[in-house]
């Protein structure tokens, strides 16, 4: 049973910075690409970062609006991926979902979800 759990968000004053957690448990660390996801109430859940099965640092990929500011990495020997959020704008304030699934920027290209991590910044 795959599980996927979120944790590290919180609310922050711009120009702040926060590290998101996702540990996954029941697959194998490396079967999945992961991403990470966010929601604002009424609008489309959006792609924020994603990575290949390997983790290797230059595989991850960022949407235009977090690049340069938030960095994405993944430690398959822990089952583990992390967002670390640099300068934090009030944009930015979402839920945190982390996915494990095929690369893409599409939500539907992923089996399975966390509850996801509120993130608020004022």
């Known amino acids: 049973h795959v599980q996927l759990v979120e944790s590290g968000g919180g609310s922050v004053q711009a120009g702040g910075s926060l590290t998101l957690s996702c540990k996954a448990t029941?697959?194998?660390?490396?079967?999945?690409?992961m991403a990470w996801f966010r929601q604002t109430p009424g609008k489309q859940r959006e792609g924020v970062a994603a990575?290949?099965?390997?983790?290797?640092?230059?595989?991850?990929t960022y949407a235009p609006f977090v690049r340069g500011r938030f960095t994405m990495s993944r430690d398959n020997a822990k089952n583990t991926i992390a967002l670390q959020m640099n300068n934090l704008k009030s944009e930015d304030t979402a839920l945190y979902y982390c996915?494990?699934?095929?690369?893409?920027?599409?939500?539907?290209?992923?089996?399975?979800w966390g509850q996801g991590t509120q993130v608020t910044v004022s």
């Open positions: 996915a494990a699934g095929s690369l893409s920027w599409a939500d539907t290209a992923y089996k399975y």
């Open positions: 029941g697959y194998t660390s490396d079967h999945y690409c």
């Open positions: 990575t290949d099965h390997t983790g290797r640092s230059r595989s991850a």
